[in-house]
């Protein structure tokens, strides 16, 4: 995995693909992390190891995350963003 040495501003909360998207959301995620520095080769929708290289690139855009924030798909309904991170209250 490519680490984060870009001096790009950290990623704001919330909503960043909605879950109309379904499996495309992956090609947004890789674009995304392109533009913050992501290195790692891009796989679209159609490619062999597409779910590995978003894996990678959600990976990578933690990086960028705040503090007490995920990169990733939204448990309710799907949709991919920056989310608190729940307490297990």
């Known amino acids: 995995m490519a680490t984060a040495t870009s001096?790009?501003?950290e990623?704001?909360?919330?909503?960043?693909?909605?879950?109309?998207?379904?499996?495309?959301?992956?090609?947004?995620?890789?674009q995304l992390a392109q533009e913050y520095g992501w290195t790692a080769e891009y796989c679209d929708s159609d490619g062999e190891f597409y779910?590995?290289?978003?894996?990678?690139?959600?990976?990578?855009?933690q990086d960028f995350a705040p503090d007490g924030f995920y990169c990733g798909t939204h448990?309710?309904?799907?949709?991919?963003?920056?989310w608190r991170i729940a307490d297990d209250e």
């Not at 960043?16 to 890789?30: F, H, K, L, M, T």
């Not at 448990?75 to 920056?82: I, K, P």
């Open 7 to 9: 001096n790009m501003p």
């Open 11 to 30: 990623l704001e909360p919330g909503l960043y693909y909605d879950c109309a998207r379904g499996r495309y959301i992956g090609e947004a995620v890789q």
């Open 51 to 61: 779910y590995d290289a978003w894996d990678d690139a959600e990976r990578f855009l």
């Open 75 to 82: 448990d309710d309904d799907g949709s991919w963003g920056v």
